[in-house]
């Protein structure tokens, strides 16, 4: 073979006469004659074999030359021969490459045979792919997501031929065809027309389904071996870049490709240079659109994922990018450091340097928590959540991530919050510290090994550090001085010194007699040596050998030499090992041994260990507490995503046993009410995950585990808070659950005392009864008796509370909690129970018990509900509880004939409130009010209620009787005729409502009835503080006092006026909030009446008592929302509220505007006249709280037509006011609108209105914002009127600061002949004609004289009632009360809802 193929650059180049012995196409078969030539092509590769495409060549190039014209399946055809010539070269080239005496010209064949149908493969296949994805595109799926079936069945097709053809390559580049070219250097374009067949395929949409992973793995191991073998390094990184530019689908795709070719091919450097061309690209290159920025970030998140140990070598090239403003990748590179710290650098293995990068990272993360971008704040988060879930986070940095964490729930962006509410319960979920976290628990533990920890230094640092020197080295620098001794002992002496001599060694000997054996004489011959006593230790030494001749330590004595005597000192002092612990018991304190001194270092280091961890704990179990404090108040965010994730965070604390998680529990409840089924759902399932779903080995333990954790949770809860549990455990009693049966035997077990249990618990046990009675009555009804032997029997009185919550319990069998349509479930008079209940309450009444009110309530409202005639049982009741307070009275020897008097109904004495017990009394006046009460209620309820049921059955019996088709014509006529007349129902009802009405008016308080006794005795009471003082009595009376009045309209009328005076100048916080909750229920009854004192309501909003000041806005809240009272100036008093110091006043204030807003223009008509109070001069508000109100009020501003009219409303208050706070006030309130064009148009037009206060800073500055905010985004038409009105402001203001005029206002003063100087008033304005609003007077100027403010007045002047309020009990006692003349008289009747309508309500 003569020629070589080169691969050209572009397909037409083969068919120009090339350079010398190069291959030239020498024949282009025209399209239609392709067919018979690939049949050729077909039987020569069936003969030939694969070398065939030596001389088939051109035949394949003309199907690529005309390949947009010729047909798919010739295409496919020639793809499926050229699939069969690469196999075929793959099959067959091994043996040759092996061969070592392969021709030349034979490598030369091959080496063509190669190129060639690579080559025709690789493009024939790039076209194939073109004319799928446009395919693709134009067979995109319509309506019903259905496709064209033939371009189905095509693309399908061409998917597994794909395959095919990747796979025919694989197999031949595995084998090392590089021996084929000479010095197995293979040309780059032949390369680079494999590579751009791979990076064809993969700009595919669909490659990075999953349906492609066979075609994406023969891609990435097809460049794996490229890369490896055929030098296709730097080719491969840099298409990574690009296609990871124009492809955001692959970042997936490169990140697993990366991953394999560093791991199954060992190229680790193409992720280094992959990094660094990432690494290298610029801020602002990355900060523009079409970066690809979200493809490099997305690649390196799941790079880092696969082979996390990689990243690190190159990671400083990422950590640039935490600098940058982009923002994906700050957090694509959090992500990575996240992945390493997770996978790579963790655990106690990591050496000096891998701890150093763990530390560097973390310090990185910790930085970025703070990110200005709330995204990354997010991400960082939760790549902190995986670490910490991973238990990767070291001990040491718990504290710290935890604060900031903690920090984290203030952030303005949800899905922050969000994260950090998951990360700490991660946290919570992973601690290392306690299984049971309270700081309470934790303090006293602390405290104590803090101070054996001081106690452990103290004595450490008493202890004077000895040099530890062994006996040897003491021996060896005693003895010479010792061997001088020696000596001068044994040379002969004196007879003087032998006297001495004598003597010391009669002491010597006495010593000797003081020592019981040889050992302890060797004790005390060493205890000299060591305080250098030498001449003692050798005296005694000597004579210790004639005492103790045989001893082994003094044998070698018996010749007494220097040497013998030195040897035997030696061996005293020195010892042998066996003597040495023996002897050093006796002898004086030693310096310390290095092992007891490293012991006794090592207790303290473990102490000080100890120390550190229970500081920590306690430090992290605070940080837990601050956070539960704050989630608990998200739970009533508005976002419904923090508020589930709030109620996650709740029952991770809870199943951890966290210090106050039961508090977030219980908060959480009343969300089983929510509108939001998401949130309702999730408090649902938290429940029933933490209280219904007990563990247990059988179904007893089971329930009483359930038992006990609803137990818990209702000790001490509220009464809205047990109502809602209500919900929660009615559904499991619904939900058919098989521990239902022996949860209610538990329960009866505690409540009977069977099992020894608490009274909280019992009463917890009855409570739980009561609502599994709601979902099946039974379970009371049959256990009544018991009910009433165990809480209301002979032991009643001595626990109100359990006897309170078993009438709770009972009252769950009542028609009332059901809402049964039949006839009413009604026990007889002379039923246990009711005897019981009197029997209670009567011998209760002359009791001191703090707990007899509220069971005496429930009580009679069980009575009420449940008994045959409760109005005569209630009667006996009163007579019965007022005998026996004359009883007691006349046991203390003090008898009162006028309270038989009062019993009959005449008079009652003076001197009653001297003799009478003052809090029994109270106890009998709360037991007349609380039965006038539920009287009034069982009338307009029960009797109504079955007055219907039985006129309905009478009516359906009649038509029953009466034939169907005499009924259908009488029913036609009659329904015509009060159609007509609008009459349907209403004779009827309208007939029972007069009857109960007038039962009211007129029976209930006659003489003869025993509730008409107790009025005078109230109206007393109430009317006479200075003679009735007692707290108790006082409070009880003003309460039953207004439950009389709700009796009837005329009782109302009579006593309205004692009640305000209560209201306004009583002494007890107490007695003020009841009155004003009474007052509330009877607007709500009888709105006319009460209509003219609304002032006095909102005049409470201003007292001095916090819980008076919040029962009034809460009271007030209801009673406007409701539309009982309509919305009036007086709204600025709780507007004020905004600024309470109270927190909770603040946010009921803050609901009531929330709520009010709701309703159509409420709070802009309101806001004139609010600011006009509150910059009242008299009020003495500060700008600051001015400020603050308004900031809230102008939020619920919105539309612009409102802004508007705002506006002009404002501008035109300028002219009425009088003094600079005013101007200022005005001018803030301007500032606080968001105002758009039209209202900075008429801002413009009522320039006049202002333009005169501009000299005053307080006006100048807040309409100088407004220009800066108008400025921001306008277009530059309208921004160029703003800069005209600010110069315009700018240049008033200047004139009026250095009187010095602007040329235009200069003109204007010459046409009008004005020369006057000094800033006038605003005159009014004369155009038009000014409206006045309805019961409002037309402001003028003469009018006004020097008033401060002028507002429109009310045409009705009110006179504010002057009212003395005496105490002292000579003067008259009707002085208390608010005369006539200062009584309000009705202005404006209340429309209110027929009696019909109500009562059906």
């Known amino acids: 073979m003569s020629w070589d193929f080169f691969v050209p650059v572009c397909i037409g180049d083969l068919v120009k006469t090339g350079g010398i012995n190069q291959y030239v196409v020498q024949d282009v078969v025209p399209p239609k004659q392709l067919p018979s030539y690939l049949s050729r092509f077909k039987a020569a590769l069936r003969s030939q074999g694969p070398l065939c495409i030596l001389e088939h060549f051109d035949t394949g190039y003309s199907v690529l030359q005309h390949c947009n014209s010729v047909e798919l399946g010739v295409k496919e055809d020639t793809l499926e021969l050229l699939v069969q010539v690469v196999s075929g070269l793959a099959a067959s080239l091994p043996a040759l490459l092996v061969s070592t005496s392969i021709s030349a010209a034979e490598r030369k064949e091959k080496l063509n045979a190669v190129k060639m149908s690579v080559f025709l493969l690789c493009k024939l296949t790039e076209n194939l792919e073109s004319y799928s994805c446009r395919q693709s595109i134009v067979t995109a799926p319509g309506k019903g997501g259905k496709k064209g079936k033939a371009a189905g069945e095509g693309l399908l097709q061409w998917d597994s031929e794909r395959e095919k053809v990747l796979q025919a390559l694989v197999q031949l580049f595995q084998l090392d065809i590089r021996s084929l070219w000479s010095l197995s250097l293979v040309e ?42 055929y030098n296709h390094l730097l080719g491969a990184s840099v298409k990574v870049i690009q296609l990871l530019q124009h492809f955001e689908q692959l970042s997936s795709v ?126 960082v988060l939760q790549v902190y959540t995986r670490i910490v879930n991973s238990k990767a986070l070291p001990l040491c940095r718990y504290s710290e991530v935890m604060e900031l964490a903690v920090g984290r729930l203030m ?34 533990p602390l405290e104590k090994e803090t101070a054996k920890l001081r106690e452990m230094k103290e004595k450490m640092e008493g202890k004077a550090p000895v040099a530890v020197i062994k006996a040897s080295e003491l021996w060896a620098a005693m003895e010479p001085e010792l061997l001088i001794t020696v000596r001068t002992e044994l040379e002969p002496t004196s007879e003087t010194e032998k006297e001495q001599q004598e003597d010391e060694d009669d002491r010597a000997v006495e010593e000797e007699k003081g020592a019981d054996d040889d050992r302890a004489t060797a004790v005390k011959i060493a205890q000299y040596l060591r305080v250098n006593k030498y001449r003692n230790a050798v005296r005694l030494c000597i004579r210790a050998h004639s005492c103790f001749p045989e001893s082994e330590m003094f044998v070698s004595l018996s010749t007494l030499t220097p040497e013998t005597l030195m040897e035997t000192l030696a061996l005293i002092f020195k010892g042998s090992d066996e003597d040495a612990a023996e002897l050093s018991q006796n002898l004086p304190p030693a310096p310390q041994t290095e092992g007891e001194k490293e012991g006794e270092d090592g207790e303290l280091k473990k102490q000080e260990m100890l120390v550190q961890y229970l500081r920590d704990t306690e430090t992290f179990a605070l940080q837990v507490e601050r956070a539960i404090s704050v989630i608990n108040t998200m739970l009533y965010w508005k976002t419904t995503s923090v508020v589930q994730e709030a109620v996650q965070f709740c029952v991770t604390v809870c199943e951890f046993s966290v210090a106050n998680s039961v508090s977030g529990v219980r908060k959480m409840l009343p969300l089983v009410w929510s509108t939001d089924a998401a949130i309702k759902d999730a408090v649902v399932q938290a429940y029933r995950r933490l209280y219904l779903n007990p563990q247990g080995d059988t179904v007893r333990m089971k329930a009483q585990t359930l038992v006990d954790s609803l137990s818990e949770l209702m000790v001490d809860a509220s009464l809205g808070t047990i109502q809602c549990l209500e919900e929660i455990v009615q559904e499991f009693f619904g939900s058919g659950s098989n521990l239902q049966s022996t949860v209610v035997q538990v329960l009866w077990e505690r409540f009977t005392g069977k099992r020894e249990t608490s009274g909280l618990r019992r009463r917890a046990a009855v409570l739980l009864l009561g609502m599994a009675a709601r979902a099946e009555r039974e379970v009371v009804l049959s256990n009544l008796d ?203 009802e309208d007939t029972e409502a007069e009857l109960i009405r007038k039962i009211c008016e007129t029976e209930l308080l006659a003489e003869e009835n025993l509730l008409c006794a107790f009025l005078p005795l109230l109206v007393k009471v109430c009317s006479s503080p200075g003679r009735y003082s007692h707290p108790q009595l006082t409070t009880a009376a003003c309460l039953a006092l207004s439950q009389y009045m709700m009796i009837s309209p005329s009782v109302c009328e009579e006593n309205i006026r004692l009640m305000f005076t209560v209201l306004e100048r009583s002494s007890l916080p107490v007695v003020r909030a009841n ?282 002047k009110s006179k504010k009632p002057v009212i003395t309020f005496s105490s002292d009990e000579e003067e008259d006692e009707e002085d208390a009360v608010m005369a006539d003349s200062e009584t309000p008289k009705v202005t404006t009747p209340i429309a209110r809802t027929s009696r019909r309508t109500r009562l059906r309500n």
């Open 786 to 988: 018991t009910l009433c032997s165990v809480a209301l029997g002979e032991k009643v009185t001595e626990d109100f509370l359990l006897a309170r919550d078993t009438v709770i319990t009972i009252c769950s069998i009542t028609d009332h909690v059901r809402q049964s349509k039949g006839a009413p479930f009604r026990l007889p008079q002379d039923h246990q129970l009711f005897t019981c209940l009197t029997q209670a309450i009567a011998e209760g009444a002359v009791m001191e018990d703090t707990y007899w009110q509220s069971f005496m309530e429930q009580a009679v409202r069980l009575i009420y509900f449940l008994a045959e005639s409760p109005d005569q049982l209630c009667s006996r009741l009163l007579q019965r509880s007022a005998r026996l307070l004359l009883d007691q009275t006349a046991e203390g020897g003090e008898v009162n004939k006028d309270l038989g008097q009062m019993q009959d109904g005449s008079q009652e004495s003076n001197e009653q409130g001297e003799q009478v017990n003052c809090v029994c009394l109270a106890q009998l006046l709360a037991l007349c009010g609380c039965v006038a009460f539920w009287q009034v209620s069982h009338l307009e309820r029960s009797v109504s209620a079955e007055l219907r049921r039985r006129r309905g059955e009478t009516e359906e019996r009649e038509e029953k009787e009466k034939g169907p088709s005499s009924k259908s014509k009488q029913a036609a006529n009659e329904s015509a005729m009060e159609e007509e007349l609008g009459l349907i129902g209403a004779s009827a």
């Open 254 to 379: 490169f990140a697993q490709a990366v991953s394999v070719w560093c791991t199954e091919y060992g190229v680790r450097a193409i992720i280094g240079e992959v990094i660094r061309e990432i690494g290298q690209k610029s801020s602002e290159e990355l900060a523009r659109e079409g970066s690809g920025v979200k493809a490099f970030a997305s690649f390196l998140s799941e790079l880092s994922a696969v082979v996390p140990e990689l990243m690190i070598p190159n990671i400083s090239v990422l950590i640039t990018h935490l600098e940058g403003e982009s923002h994906t990748m700050r957090v694509a590179v959090c992500e990575v450091l996240g992945e390493i710290l997770v996978r790579v650098l963790c655990g106690d293995g990591l050496d000096e340097s891998g701890k150093a990068d763990r530390d560097r990272f973390f310090d990185t993360l910790q930085e970025h928590i703070h990110d200005t971008h709330s995204h990354v704040r997010a991400r």
């Open 411 to 444: 952030d303005k962006s949800i899905n922050a919050v969000k994260s950090a509410i998951q990360l700490l319960a991660a946290f919570i979920a992973h601690n290392p510290y306690s299984c049971k976290l309270s700081s309470a628990d934790l303090k006293k």
């Open 188 to 229: 780059e374009e032949f390369i680079s027309c494999v590579t751009c067949c791979c990076y064809k395929l993969l700009e595919n949409p669909t490659i990075s389904h999953v349906k492609s992973k066979p075609t994406r793995d023969c891609i990435i191991h097809l460049l794996g071996v490229l890369i490896k073998k």
């Open 1075 to 1356: 009155a004003i909750i009474a007052l509330g229920d009877l607007t709500v009854r009888f709105p006319n009446i009460l209509e003219p004192w609304t002032q006095n309501l909102y005049a409470r909003l201003s007292d001095e008592v916090p819980s008076v000041r919040q029962t009034a806005v809460t009271v007030l809240t209801q009673l406007v929302l409701k539309d009982v009272l309509k919305v009036k100036g007086q709204v600025s008093e709780v507007a004020v509220l905004l600024i309470d110091p109270e927190p909770h006043i603040t946010s009921l204030a803050l609901n009531f505007f929330n709520e009010l807003s709701t309703k159509d223009n409420a709070i802009y008509n309101l806001l004139p006249d609010i600011i006009s109070r509150l910059s009242d001069p008299e009020r003495g508000m500060s700008s600051e709280d001015f400020n603050t109100i308004m900031k809230q009020l102008f939020s619920y501003i919105t539309k612009e037509r409102q802004t508007e009219s705002l506006v002009e409303k404002l501008c035109q208050r300028f002219r009425t006011a009088k003094t600079e706070r005013q101007w200022c006030d005005l001018a803030m309130s301007l500032s606080l609108l968001s105002m758009c064009e039209r209202g900075f148009k008429r801002l413009q037009e009522c320039w006049e209105c202002y333009s005169d206060k501009l000299t005053e800073p307080g006006v100048y500055q807040p309409l100088l914002s407004i220009t800066a905010k108008l400025r921001r985004g306008a277009k530059p038409q309208f921004k160029a009127q703003v800069d005209e009105f600010e110069k315009r402001l700018t240049a008033v203001h200047t004139r009026g600061l250095e009187n010095v005029e602007s040329p235009e206002m200069e003109e204007e003063n010459q046409k009008e002949g004005s020369t006057e100087k000094t800033v006038m008033h605003t005159p009014l304005p004369t155009r038009g004609r000014q409206r006045t609003k309805r019961g409002q007077t037309k402001p003028s100027v003469s009018s006004q004289g020097d008033h401060s403010f002028v507002t429109p007045q009310k045409s009705r």
